[in-house]
């Protein structure tokens, strides 16, 4: 967790060369506290940053991220994978059991998943119901 606003900057640009807004800083705090965040912002206003600049405070944890465009998460895979963080794009031609384990033991800081996984595949419950995940 960041120690201050500063630190949370400095880290910003540093990995991702931006420098943070405010509604972002207190959205990555919020975060970092433990404590849920629902950010309503327009399209390029660097919502996404928020949870990604959480990647540079928590190492041993997952980010799950929700888009119901395949391309956008590819990009997000792409963009994390030149930064150096770990990232999987759960897409139908690659959900085996083991890519479920894989998640389950957080080989991934960030796993991106359809609507559509989430609720027809009953893996995904069973991962959020798995006690070394959660």
């Known amino acids: ?3 201050s606003d500063e ?3 400095e880290q910003a640009q540093i990995v991702w060369g931006v420098r943070l807004c405010l509604w972002q800083l207190k959205a990555v705090r919020t975060i970092l506290k433990g404590q849920d965040v ?10 996404t ?4 600049l959480v990647l540079a405070f928590v190492k041993d944890g997952c980010i799950i991220v929700v888009t119901p465009l395949k391309d956008l998460g590819s990009q997000f895979k792409a963009e994390l994978k030149a ?6 794009n759960v897409t139908g031609n690659i959900v085996t059991d083991e890519v479920y384990k894989e998640i389950a033991l957080l080989k991934y800081h ?3 998943f359809s609507p559509e996984s989430m609720v027809k595949d009953h893996r995904f419950n ?3 119901n798995n006690q070394t995940f959660m």
Request: proline share 6%; net charge negative; no cysteine.
């Open 38 to 47: 629902l950010t309503i912002a327009p399209t390029g206003a660097g919502k």
């Open 83 to 88: 930064k150096g963080f770990s990232a999987l």
């Open 49 to 52: 940053l928020v949870y990604w």
């Open 110 to 112: 960030v796993v991106i």
């Open 7 to 9: 630190e949370a900057q």
């Open 126 to 128: 069973d991962l959020l």
């Open 1 to 3: 967790m960041p120690d």
